[in-house]
């Protein structure tokens, strides 16, 4: 069992930043695939960013790629989501999300269904 806690939402104007976390504990944080997903009001959810057990391989949403960075602290079991030049439409919760496969693969970063724990959200709202 993983369990994650996000932190670091809030407003922001648009073009300013925001940097989320996501804490992990319980089971081997530093084997397991981590990923970002967001929820919009109205709309289904989808993927932002996500990274591998070692750091060496991300994966970035095309509405995200070139303003917002993942990477991740294994000593601290925490995953970390840079958000720069914002927008409004990146006003949605965040969720973390953990891959459980104890053979993880770097295949299908980018779906939702490959992740088995989540968090429950933090709130990011940027303001025009």
């Known amino acids: 069992q993983v369990q994650l806690v996000e932190s670091g939402g809030g407003l922001v104007q648009a073009g300013g930043s925001l940097r989320l976390s996501c804490a992990a504990s319980?089971?081997?944080?530093?084997?397991?695939?981590m990923g970002w997903f967001r929820q919009a009001p109205g709309k289904e959810r989808e993927f932002v960013a996500a990274i591998s057990w070692s750091g060496s391989n991300t994966l970035y949403a095309d509405s995200v790629k070139g303003r917002f960075t993942i990477s991740r602290d294994n000593a601290k079991s925490t995953v970390y989501l840079q958000m720069n030049s914002l927008k409004p439409e990146d006003t949605a919760v965040y969720y973390c999300?953990?891959?459980?496969?104890?053979?993880?693969?770097?295949?299908?970063?980018?779906?939702?269904?490959?992740?088995?724990?989540w968090g429950q959200g933090t709130q990011v709202t940027v303001s025009s």
């Open positions: 999300a953990a891959d459980g496969n104890p053979f993880p693969s770097t295949q299908n970063m980018g779906i939702e269904r490959k992740y088995d724990y």
């Open positions: 319980g089971r081997t944080f530093s084997r397991a695939i």
